[in-house]
């Protein structure tokens, strides 16, 4: 999807953009808190925490969200509302910080759904597929 779909998130095409560009400048607010609070700590912690410079299109952080919720869905409404509001929290976060437009949380939320609609048909292939990778397994090592 990145490569068909190129897209920077909102704080890095604010730092690229060219000069009389008229747009409204957009702060990285993560990464200003990030320093405040940890200090010379940060770009350790950020590195050690897989700190991602470019996510973008379509955001995986909302879709995976969304993918949870619908798990917790199954566990009953209590579950549910937790996963969904955690799932509304972030995407509210993911823009607010710039991290990420909100075309980036309808295209990860279109994912996820995608996956989840396609589970059904894919089931049997994937079991196929699994057994196959196991059968091979045991020839292998046996």
């Known amino acids: 999807?990145?490569?068909?779909?190129?897209?920077?998130?909102?704080?890095?095409?604010?730092?690229?953009?060219?000069?009389?560009?008229?747009?409204?400048?957009?702060?990285?607010?993560?990464?200003?808190?990030?320093?405040?609070?940890?200090g010379r700590f940060w770009p350790s912690m950020y590195r050690f925490l897989g700190g991602n410079p470019l996510a973008a299109m379509p955001s995986l952080h909302f879709g995976s969200s969304v993918m949870a919720a619908h798990v917790l869905d199954d566990y009953g409404p209590i579950p549910a509302a937790v996963g969904w509001g955690y799932a509304s929290v972030?995407?509210?976060?993911?823009?607010?910080?710039?991290?990420?437009?909100?075309?980036?949380?309808?295209?990860?939320?279109?994912?996820?759904?995608?996956?989840?609609?396609?589970?059904p048909r894919a089931a049997p292939l994937l079991a196929g597929i699994t057994s196959t990778m196991r059968a091979l397994e045991a020839r292998a090592g046996g």
């Open 90 to 119: 972030l995407g509210f976060a993911l823009v607010y910080l710039g991290e990420h437009y909100v075309v980036d949380l309808a295209a990860g939320l279109a994912l996820a759904e995608l996956v989840r609609a396609a589970e």
């Open 1 to 38: 999807m990145y490569a068909l779909v190129p897209t920077a998130p909102p704080w890095w095409a604010a730092e690229h953009r060219e000069p009389g560009d008229a747009a409204p400048p957009t702060r990285r607010i993560m990464a200003e808190v990030g320093e405040r609070v940890w």
